[in-house]
C-alpha cells in the first residue's frame, strides 16, 4: 500500500511559477511509474506528465510541454512538478499518481494504482 500527498498548491497570476510536491510513504517507491494528472471544475480528469522509476523516461501533455518539469528524488520518495509561465487554463486540481509494476500506459488515469488528495493550483488572468 502506498500514500500520497501532495502540497505546493496555492493562487498565482498567470506567468508565474510554482512547484507542486506529492511524499510516498513505502518502501517501494522507487520501483513505480509516477504520474501527475489535474482536473478542472466540469472536466475530466486529464494527464499532465509522468517519470520512470529511473528518471530516464519523462512524458508531458502537450499543453504543458516546455512550461512544467516532472523530477523525483526516490532517497527523499518524492516527485515534483516544476510549474512555470502558468496560464488561467493550467487552473485545477492537481493529483499525483503511482502506477506499480507491471506499467500500464502512463498517460491513462486508470493505469494508475495510487492516489494523493489532490491540491489546488488557481492562476488568476
Known amino acids: 500500500q502506498v500514500q500520497l500527498v501532495e502540497s505546493g498548491g496555492g493562487l498565482v497570476q498567470a506567468g508565474g511559477s510554482l512547484r507542486l510536491s506529492c511524499a510516498a510513504s513505502?518502501?517501494?517507491?522507487?520501483?513505480?511509474?509516477m504520474g501527475w494528472f489535474r482536473q478542472a471544475p466540469g472536466k475530466e480528469r486529464e494527464f499532465v506528465a509522468a517519470i520512470s522509476w529511473n528518471t530516464v523516461n519523462t512524458n508531458y501533455a502537450d499543453s504543458v510541454k516546455g512550461r512544467f518539469t516532472i523530477s523525483r528524488d526516490n532517497a527523499k520518495n518524492t516527485v515534483y512538478l516544476q510549474m512555470n509561465s502558468l496560464k488561467p487554463e493550467d487552473t485545477a486540481v492537481y493529483y499525483c499518481a503511482a502506477d506499480p509494476p507491471p506499467f500500464g500506459n502512463y498517460y491513462q488515469a486508470q493505469t494508475y494504482d495510487y492516489w494523493g488528495q489532490g491540491t489546488q493550483v488557481t492562476v488568476s488572468s
Open positions: 513505502g518502501r517501494t517507491f522507487s520501483a513505480y511509474v
